[in-house]
Nanobody, 122 residues
Framework: QVQLVESGGGLVQAGGSLRLSCAAS????????MGWFRQAPGKEREFVAA????????SYADSVKGRFTISRDNAKNTVYLQMNSLKPEDTAVYYC???????????????WGQGTQVTVSS
């Protein structure tokens, strides 16, 4: 069991940057693959990025490759999403997610955070 709490969302102008954080409870954080998803108004939730338990493996949606970077600090039980060159189409609620299997975190996470709003103005 793991509980996830996101922070760092907000309002930013196009071209700007934000860093999201996701703090996880428990002492087994390093056994979970972690991911970020987002959901824009009227759209389905979509995968953004994922990172393996050790941080050695990462994957990204094509729409964010080269602009977003996922990382984790297992000593702090925290996963991050650095978002650069933000676009209005990045506006969404961003959710942190976890799964014991890194491969599964990209499409069927077992655990979700409550979400944090990111709004990019043009």
């Amino acid at each position: 069991q793991v509980q996830l709490v996101e922070s760092g969302g907000g309002l930013v102008q196009a071209g700007g940057s934000l860093r999201l954080s996701c703090a996880a409870s428990g002492r087994t954080f390093n056994t979970y693959g972690m991911g970020w998803f987002r959901q824009a108004p009227g759209k389905e939730r979509e995968f953004v990025a994922a990172i393996s338990q050790s941080g050695a493996l990462t994957s990204y949606a094509d729409s964010v490759k080269g602009r977003f970077t996922i990382s984790r600090d297992n000593a702090k039980n925290t996963v991050y999403l650095q978002m650069n060159s933000l676009k209005p189409e990045d506006t969404a609620v961003y959710y942190c997610a976890a799964h014991g299997n890194y491969g599964d975190v990209t499409w069927r996470p077992g655990y979700w955070g409550q979400g944090t709003q990111v709004t990019v103005s043009s």
